[in-house]
């Protein structure tokens, strides 16, 4: 019996929720790890058992935590995250150097074909790799090395390493994002980077259209099609046709084109979703009305996805790491919300149901199928 | 030692935290030994990699905030001598 695993991480511990193919009831376990931020939760393509946590606190730093039995129970990992040689400096928010100081994990994404290896981003920039199951964890420099590094600067949220994909057809090709300073790709495992954001037009810095300076909120990708990338960018709906060579502006007729969240279709590499939020400073959705927005057509043309949503009086966020997806035969689509709510839609969207709600703020969703 | 509740969950202790600590009794040593007992616990109280007490934590003992103090100064005689708590607590926020 196929079923699937929501994991969801929230501002006060994370949370499990369970249904099987139906997906019409579900189990919710939680909080696990009360009390701490859980900025995300991720589990192995290849062992669902297999899940890892980022588990911080303001106030006692960052554990990473690792389950064996699909979140039956947890136990710490490695959380040494130590910056290869001397760090350097970035810039800070006044334009001064800062030097590279670790905060926390924003997001973890393990390997496609390794339930041992896991990659971190983290806050102050830069990716982590695991290759022990997380009993220790190594910077891959050469990111952090890029001739801009002494250049980027914090957004609002800190200077984050936040979204992490993966190339499944080749597995040294790997793309991460940063606010803001922008996307970056390798194609030797990591190695040596090039920045990837030509095409990017951020009006609110002084070069438009600099190399790196850009405020991404998030990256997509479908894994039939690893060259065609797409990106909420803190303004505008982007697309990549040439592995993040260049990109080009698929905002189309959305409300508003600033968000955080965007995710692909399971089975239709041109169906994209993302949730209009009104602008940098009213984080919330334009009038009022939560609304998912599909395109059918890879961008360009969206559809208001409305059925079961609140339309009147909503004024939630949607955080960059709280919307995905599941590969069920009619996929999937889930999103949380900083009002708690997780909602679910078995139809692609069509017809939506807050599957949980009233939780802290939600930051991160995280969908496994178990087939 | 006392911990904050979250700590104690996270080291699955019911009670304060006992460690034996050959004199100089200090914070460096009393941290040193609690990281060794507890390996959860690392990095929770102090960097990993400096050693720098978080900045939300506090330390206090026999009345005394010694948060700021170096940490190889002898704690009070009477946390060394077991009859006082060495008490770490998270800074207070509300709002």
Redesign the interface.
């Given at each position: 019996m196929s079923g699937v695993r929501v994991l969801v991480g929230t501002r006060k511990g994370a949370f499990l929720l369970e249904a099987d193919g139906a997906r019409a009831d579900w189990e919710v376990e939680g909080p696990l790890f009360p009390g701490w931020e859980i900025y995300h939760l991720a589990g192995s393509p290849v062992d669902p058992d297999r899940l890892y946590a980022s588990q911080s606190s303001s106030w006692f730093g960052q554990l990473v935590q690792r389950s064996d039995d699909g979140g039956r129970s947890w136990r710490p990992v490695g959380n040494q995250f130590s910056y290869e040689g001397v760090p350097g400096t970035h810039q800070w928010y006044d334009g001064t150097p800062h030097p590279w100081e670790f905060a926390r994990v924003w997001h973890l994404e393990p390997s496609l074909d390794d339930p041992d290896t896991a990659y971190a981003g983290v806050e102050d920039a830069a990716l982590f790799r695991t290759v022990d199951g997380g009993q220790s964890w190594q910077e891959l420099p050469g990111l952090r090395g890029h001739g801009s590094g002494s250049s980027w600067q914090p957004g609002a949220g800190g200077m984050c390493l936040h979204s992490i994909v993966l190339d499944p057809s080749d597995a040294s090709r790997l793309y991460v994002a940063i606010s803001a300073a922008g996307v970056f790709r390798t194609s030797d495992g990591g190695e040596t980077w090039t920045a990837a954001n030509r095409g990017l037009r951020s009006g609110e810095i002084p070069a438009a259209e600099a190399e790196v300076g850009h405020c991404v909120h998030g990256l997509a990708m479908h894994p039939t099609r690893p060259g065609v990338l797409f990106m909420q960018k803190h303004w505008d709906v982007m697309r990549s046709d040439d592995a993040g060579d260049s990109w080009y502006e698929v905002s189309g007729n959305l409300p508003s084109d600033f968000g955080f969240a965007i995710d692909v279709h399971a089975h239709e590499p041109e169906t994209v979703y993302v949730v209009p939020i009104t602008s940098d400073s009213h984080h919330f959705p334009p009038d009022g009305r939560l609304r998912v927005y599909r395109s059918r057509t890879g961008g360009g043309d969206w559809e208001p996805c409305t059925e079961g949503l609140p339309q009147q009086h909503c004024y939630v966020n949607v955080l960059r790491d709280a919307m995905a997806v599941d590969a069920l035969d009619e996929c999937g689509v889930y999103f949380g919300t900083t009002g708690g709510q997780v909602y679910a839609s078995r139809d692609s969207g069509d017809h939506w149901t807050a599957i949980v709600r009233d939780l802290p703020a939600v930051l991160s969703v995280e969908v496994q199928t178990l087939l | 030692m006392v911990l904050?509740a979250?700590?104690r969950a996270?080291a699955r202790l019911e009670s304060a935290a006992v460690v034996a600590v050959d004199p100089p009794v200090t914070p460096l040593a009393v941290l040193d030994a609690i990281e060794r007992t507890w390996p959860?616990l690392?990095?929770?109280?102090r960097?990993?990699?400096t050693h720098r007490r978080?900045p939300?934590?506090r330390y206090f003992a026999c009345g005394l905030d010694l948060s700021h103090e170096p940490a190889d100064v002898p704690l009070p005689g009477p946390v060394a001598a077991g009859s006082e708590p060495f008490v770490v607590i998270?800074?207070m926020a509300g709002g």
């Open positions: - | 904050p979250q700590l996270l959860v690392a990095g929770t109280i960097d990993p990699v978080r939300f934590v998270g800074a």
